[in-house]
């Protein structure tokens, strides 16, 4: 393998989670390898008239436990999620915030709909009340941008801090943005990830009226089947997951322990349709072709990819077009998994859970699998690695993420051997 060199080296050395079925990075990864769903009835609020009823729910999630009662009644639930995941990632990297330069520490957190609750909610207090009844805390708890902002104010972080938003892609996209931050020699630090929490009527049912949404309520654990003849869409998930990446140098310095090195990314649109994969899957290759081409490696040399997998009709087949176009023969022997198939789509926090996922399949030596795959569809012919967890050697995973509208990223990393 020929590393290109394209300034700092950058390690991911801290993770930190929240999902539906863990509220840590190492429950969440137990709980994928057991082949554990997290789908089933929607508690949020009454879906009983719509044509989905079952989504993947974060469950037991007490934002007291990262931050003030007083302080959390302030936040929209994905900010909350956001702040929790990064305080679990930092304490992972074990990385002394007294000791560090803030202004050398930034951020890329970033969220496909951010507070769009809040919007629902004050939307009609305002209609039943009026405009005095609208809280004070509601802009700050529905912009996108205060994910970051609060977790800087909360560790008071200085250096820049953003928030992509690149609907299905956004988790990659922080990832690969903030990577490009510490090879420009910007930061030495940055937290990055996605988060997300769209548990509302309004969003249900806008997904559900494209067609994306599986209608199986009466087997909420069954319902999201990526890559299964018989799936009929994805089932909406939330939670945060959110990463500590170090310039090579810095991590060194400090003695941190490192988990992998991110080599390459890619970040492409489709320019073919508002709501629809292109077909062939041109710019998930071309997103692929450019994280693998980045790292200076060949397709040969990927071990595992970790897929956007949706249980959608369109975007299952189009990932898997996409996958053969960049491995050529070579796509039938590469493992591919959804864990979508166990956590449901959390939109703009999808690709960093499946970065958190690889990086876990590679500390472990062990596959996720994609549950639920009972029936293989004949356009979705690869290694899916179906239902039960697979032992296998990982030293470089490929990460997608395919976002609505036709965003595409794609991140590549290799384990860390010191």
């Known amino acids: 393998m020929k590393r290109v060199s394209n300034g700092s080296r950058v390690v991911i050395t801290g993770m930190g989670a929240v999902t539906p079925i863990g509220l840590s990075a190492a429950d969440f990864w137990d709980s994928l390898t057991a082949g554990r769903s997290g789908v089933g009835p929607i508690t949020r609020f009454d879906a009983e008239k719509y044509p989905t009823k079952i989504a993947a729910e974060v469950k037991g999630f007490d934002p007291r436990d ?38 050398k520490i930034g951020l890329e957190i970033g969220s496909a709909a951010g507070g769009v609750g809040v919007v629902e909610e004050q939307a009609q207090v305002l209609s039943d009340g009026g405009f005095r009844r609208v809280k004070p805390t509601a802009l700050p708890s529905i912009l996108i941008s205060t994910a970051p ?21 956004t988790g990659v996209v922080a990832v690969g943005e903030a990577t490009r931050r510490l090879q420009r020699g910007d ?55 959110v990463l500590v990446l170090e310039t090579l140098e810095h991590a060194a310095k400090r003695g941190a322990r490192i988990y992998a090195e991110v080599l390459g990314y890619g970040f492409t649109e489709d320019a073919y349709h508002i709501a629809a994969p292109d077909p062939d899957g041109d710019g998930a290759a071309r997103a692929m072709s450019l994280a693998i081409q980045g790292a200076g490696m060949s397709p040969s040399e990927v071990d595992y990819i970790a897929s956007h997998g949706t249980g959608t ?32 789509h959390m939109l703009g926090a999808a690709g960093s859970i499946s970065i958190i996922a690889t990086v876990k399949a590679m500390e472990d030596s062990l596959l996720p699998p994609t549950i639920n795959l009972e029936t293989p569809d004949p356009e979705c012919d690869l290694d899916y ?33 010191a």
């Open 313 to 344: 009709v369109l975007n299952d087949v189009s990932e898997t077009k996409a996958i053969k176009a960049v491995f050529g023969q070579g796509a039938y022997g590469v493992p591919i998994s959804s864990n979508k198939s166990m956590v449901g």
């Open 385 to 417: 690695v179906p239902h039960l967890a697979r032992p296998a050697r990982v030293d470089v995973g490929l990460i997608n993420a395919f976002g609505i509208g036709g965003q595409n990223g794609s991140l590549l990393i290799k384990k860390w051997e």
């Open 187 to 241: 930061v030495e630090v940055m937290i990055a990830g996605g988060s997300e929490s769209t548990m509302t009527p309004l969003v249900i049912v806008a997904f559900s009226r494209i067609g994306a949404l599986s209608t199986r309520n009466e087997e909420p654990e069954k319902a999201c089947r990526p890559f299964d003849a018989q799936r009929d869409g994805t089932v909406m998930g939330e939670g945060a997951a």
């Open 149 to 169: 902002c609060q977790v800087a104010i909360s560790l008071g972080i200085k250096g820049p801090a953003s928030a992509p938003v690149a609907a299905c892609a």
């Open 66 to 103: 990262y931050m003030a009662r007083q302080e959390a009644r302030r936040m929209s639930r994905f900010i909350q999620l956001a702040m929790a995941s990064a305080a679990m990632a930092l304490e992972d990297a074990r990385l002394d915030m007294e000791r560090e330069d803030a202004t």
